[in-house]
Structures are given as structure tokens and as C-alpha cells.
């Protein structure tokens, strides 16, 4: 079984966002990037089925600007076998990204592929459901365990009520969650190992794809700044509190 992997260059979860003065976007000036957290964990994931031995290929995507190949070059420390780059300046909306792998799946017939549920730059959690639809493949998505089933896979999904287990027909898409695994770090042999592994670059015309955006961003907002909290010596005084000052009881 083969696996495809996208995976998306974000700013690192760690940095402070701060919105650019013209409220156009959020500035990506000397900002540090990383994979995309719930990339990493879909990685894992598919590594973990090659070593398992019911995966024989892992093939890492990304589609981004040039920078994007040091994601890939992640990817691969971590045990992809070969990657893939479709290189972009530039947004690119979940639609557009969708319909590119959509014409990868084509040309690499992989068996399923495994994306993050979201990834945490735009939140938008759009892309695997979208590839599911253009492809017409079953989807998985929120997933926290993954088992191999009767020609299948059988996976377990976060959902607000609780846990989910769904049997899916391959070919599939699975989008991963928090709770799935925790991505290894990748070791300095294998970081060295991924220097000489194959990235093959590609462009959104090579593949036919129109990329120009759908949406427009009005506007980008910090969120309102969080107000202090307060220590109260008694429960007479946290129940005056939350009647007088608050208002919810
Ligand atoms: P989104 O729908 O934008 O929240 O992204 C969901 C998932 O789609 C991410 O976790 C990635 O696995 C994949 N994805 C989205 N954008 C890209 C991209 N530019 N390159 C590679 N993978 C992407």
C-alpha cells in the first residue's frame, strides 16, 4: 500500500502572531516556520504503517513557496521515502490545494492518503474533505486510532459526543488528530539521510490547476486583550461577584 503525506509550512505553534499594521494578513517577517503540527502526526502515522509493514511507500507533498522544500526535507528525516513540491508563491486556499493532489493521486495512484485535520494557520480544516469529494474516495476524519480491517481500514474519530469508530473502503482519505500519536524527532543520522532522498518539483500549471484565490480577506484582527484575574477570599464574595460584576448568576 502506498501513502501520501501533504504537508503544509506554518508558523511555528510556539511564535506570538502579531497582524501586520494594515490589517492585511499577519506578518511572516523573520517569524520562525515549521511543519504544520497535525502534519507531523499524520507523518508518524503513515511511518509507523511502513514500519509496521502494511505500507510500502510514504511520499511526502507539500505545495508552497521555495522555502516549503525544508518541510519536505522534515518529512523525510522522519521517514518519508521520496517527496514532491509544488512550488507557489503566494496564498493558496484549501480548494486550490485540494485540486492539486487531487492531479497527484492521479498521476501517483497511492492507496490512501493522510492529512492533518487542519492546519493551524487558516484553521480551516477543508482540504481532506474537499480531496475526498473531488475524488469520490472515503473519508476519515478526526482521527485518533487507526486499524487495518478487512480489506479496509477501521479508524477511530474525535467527535463532540465522544468516540466514533467508522469502517472506510479504500481507497481513503484519513485527516488525523491530536491524539493519534506523538510524532518522533527526527534523529541527526536520518536528518542527514533526508539531504540525498528525492524531492520531484512540480508547478500549479504543470498540473493544470488555477490557483487564483476565491475569497477576500476584509480584514485581519488581533483578538480582544484578555482582562486579569481577580483572587476572591470568600465564596460569599465570588457568588456577590459573578451577581453584581459579571452578571451570569
Ligand atoms: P486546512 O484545510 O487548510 O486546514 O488543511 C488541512 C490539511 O491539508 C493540512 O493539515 C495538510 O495536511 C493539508 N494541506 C493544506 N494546505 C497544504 C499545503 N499548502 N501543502 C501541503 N499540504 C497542505
Known sequence: MKVLVPVKRVIDY???VR??????????????MSMNPFDEIAVEQAVRMKEA????????????????????????AMGADRAIHVVHDGELEP???????AKLV???????????KQAIDDDANQTGQILSGLLGWSQGTFVSKVEASDGGVKVTREVDAGLETVALKMPAILTV???????????LPNIMKARKKEIAKKTPEELGVDTAPRLTIVKVEEPPKRQGGAKVGSVEELVSKLHNDVGVI
Request: hydrophobic share 45%.
Open 177 to 187: 488528530d491530536l491524539r493519534l500519536n506523538e510524532p518522533r524527532y527526527a534523529s
Open 106 to 116: 492521479e498521476e501517483e495512484s497511492p492507496d490512501m492518503v493522510i492529512l492533518g
Open 14 to 16: 510556539n511564535v506570538k
Open 53 to 76: 509493514g502494511t505500507v510500502t511507500e510514504v511520499v511526502a507533498v507539500t505545495l508552497g513557496a521555495e522555502q516549503s522544500q525544508e518541510t519536505l526535507r522534515t518529512a523525510l
Open 95 to 101: 480548494l486550490a490545494v485540494a485540486k492539486m493532489l
Open 19 to 32: 497582524v501586520k499594521a494594515d490589517q492585511s494578513g499577519v506578518d511572516l517577517a523573520n517569524v520562525k
